[in-house]
């Protein structure tokens, strides 16, 4: 996975009206703490660490919070709705081609829940056009929220993230867009393709 475009402040100045932290110094500083949090994940080899665990108390769900590797999805019984999801699903020809078009420059930050239902059916859709498109597994970056949506380092308040699955498109460090939930048309794994037609012209 690739920390050096998750260390860039421009990735901190989401394109969500109204927020715009470089002009306040309150959120100057805590931009600073995110990267500094950041360089620290870089430096430690968090990615070698296992996300922390715990059970959802409303559904009994095995939670993950922090960064998630692929691979523990994957294979975890915890989380069979991932390769069943996957392995159904046929990916967008449109999406397909816009990502392929620009697989080496395009960048996915997803957050979810493990626990969440929304998750369940999204995520597995969302990875398995990205990964037929053929982007890099290093240019997809997974993080784990509990139902509060809060993850390691503070990274959900940086990004603003209210709901999941929340997918923000990343070029050259810079937010291009995000989907969150179902998109607004109900169709997310469609919708990122637009979305990477439109941001990477």
């Not at 860039?8 to 715009?20: A, D, E, I």
């Not at 069979?80 to 397909?96: M, R, V």
């Not at 930050?109 to 059916?121: E, V």
Request: proline letters at 5%; a positive charge; aromatic letters at 8%.
């Amino acid at each position: 996975m690739d920390l050096l475009n998750l260390s860039k402040p421009s990735l901190l100045q989401p394109s969500r009206p109204g927020f715009h932290p470089i002009f306040d110094k309150t959120s100057r500083l805590f931009m600073k703490k995110i990267l500094f949090a950041l360089s620290l994940l870089a430096s430690t080899a968090v990615f070698a660490q296992q996300p922390e665990e715990s059970r959802d108390a409303e559904n009994g769900s095995k939670v993950l919070k922090g960064f998630i590797p692929v691979e523990t999805l994957s294979t975890d019984t915890a989380f069979a709705w991932y390769a069943s999801g996957i392995k159904s699903f046929t990916p967008n020809a449109e999406a397909l081609a816009a990502l392929r078009a620009h697989k080496d420059s395009v960048y996915l930050l997803a957050f979810g829940g493990t626990w969440c239902d929304d998750t369940k059916q999204v995520l597995p859709k969302m990875m398995a056009t990205f990964q037929a498109a053929g982007v890099s597994a290093d240019h997809v970056t997974l993080l784990g929220v509990d139902r509060q949506k809060h993850t390691v380092q503070h990274l959900s308040e940086a990004f603003n993230i209210t709901n999941v699955p929340t997918f923000i498109v990343l070029r050259n460090g810079k937010e291009v867009g995000r989907i969150v939930e179902y998109g607004s048309t109900g169709l997310p794994e469609k919708e990122i393709g637009k979305i990477v037609a439109a941001g990477f012209k």
